[in-house]
């Protein structure tokens, strides 16, 4: 048995998005229905293509709503400094005082406040992508910890540039492990 490759296994996640078993979360025994989608970071312009098809046909993805991370880091950063003066700011002060400060108000929660404001809730099924993008600004397993008390039941895929074990994510497969075993990958 040959393993699938990323238009396959895209495919399949395209096909199961709009499922009514998904959807429901059936089969993940009342865990929070958080499904990763790991991928290798070579086959990033395959992930992206496929996110343009999902935002492009409304009538194929009904209800599926995708949030690009690093969209919604800048448009947290609106609120705060642009990021012009962030770079500014780094050249003076240094990038880990810059993080720091970075850190300090686009947190986990404020992220999910801006996907919230965006109408994450309204969507039936979510995705998240561009997670390498804000590493390390932001990190996905708080980001997922922070979703779940708000979004319930209803799905949350994420479009993951690494690995998942089941109990930790590896951020393009270089990085060290951060553990997150509330999400399932069987995508």
Known sequence: MSEKNIKERLDELGARLGAEDFRAGEGLMNEANIRIFAYDPADEMAV???V????EDAGKYKGVKTFNLFDVFLDICDEYASVTDIIEEEKYSGSESVLEAIQGFADNKAFVQKMLEQGMNDAEVIILYGVGEVYPIA??????????????????????PGEFTGEQVKLFNKLTPSSYYRATANL
């Open 48 to 50: 992206r293509y496929f």
């Open 52 to 55: 343009k098809l999902v935002n």
């Open 139 to 160: 990190r996905l397993h708080l980001i997922l910890s922070a979703i779940q008390p708000v979004r319930l039941q209803k799905p949350v895929v994420v479009l993951y």
